[in-house]
């Protein structure tokens, strides 16, 4: 569905990411993990169209996504959930929901998808007419979750759902992503920090470290958590152990 060939992004003088290429089957759930700065977040906003990779190359089922704004790869079916849990505090859950179907004349699909996301909702259903601005956390990543599906994507990519939010939470988010995986026939490429949880539920992982993919494989390979470390940390002898710290130069010197 979705092929991501050795793309580099640099911002200025920083290169973000020097050469990353993925690939996402349809149906698949796919999971990019990586420390901070990585490079995750800027891989999706790549695919998403709202920044320009320098080199390499995007499609879409064949159609290069190169060039395109990102309301024109929205149309093709791709959604961006981005991280922070952006949502419009002083407006209410329903116009939240409804933000992006203004510019829609056919007013019964929206009314029916509307309907549709609420099921997967519950909680949004009972605070529709609140200021989205007082959910909370786990409810704001709810809703904005929801909001991407009002324009029936296929493929959506969530940036770390689970940032700031407690692990009971966290599990009811992930529970309603997978549910919805096969509801809403969707494909999901999902950023996290962690490696932990998603190789609950991922079909394949990614484990980017700067502007680098290091690891690639199926989540039941990689069970032990093992070959994940090597490639999230760097450490080159795959004991799962940071190498040993040696003493700074200054330090010795004061010692002599
Ligand atoms: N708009 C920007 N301008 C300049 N540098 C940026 C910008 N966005 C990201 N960067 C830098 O690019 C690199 C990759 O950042 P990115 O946000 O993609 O990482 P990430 O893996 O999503 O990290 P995190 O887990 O913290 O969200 C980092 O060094 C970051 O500081
Ligand atoms: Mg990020």
Known sequence: ?????????????????????????EGEIVCVVGPNGAGKSTTLGAIAGGVTPHAGRITLRGQSLGGLPPEAVARLGVSLVPEGRHVFGSLTVAENLRIGTFQR??????????????EHFPRLRERLQQPA??????EQQMLVIGRALMT??????????SLGLAPKIVDQVYDILIKLRHAANLTLLINEQSSERVLKFADRIYVMRGGRIHLEDRAANLQDGKAIMQAYFGFADGTGAPPPL???????????
Do not use: C, W
Request: positive net charge.
């Open 105 to 118: 004349r056919d007013r019964a699909a929206v009314a029916a998808d509307f309907e549709r996301i609420l």
């Open 1 to 25: 569905m979705l092929e991501v060939d050795n793309i580099h992004v640099n911002y200025g003088r920083l290169q973000a990411l020097r050469g990353v290429s993925l690939s996402v089957r």
């Open 152 to 161: 029936r994507p296929r493929l959506v990519m969530v940036d770390e759902p």
């Open 133 to 138: 601005g007082r959910l909370s956390g786990g």
């Open 246 to 256: 040696s003493p700074a130069p200054t330090m010795k010197r004061a010692a002599e």
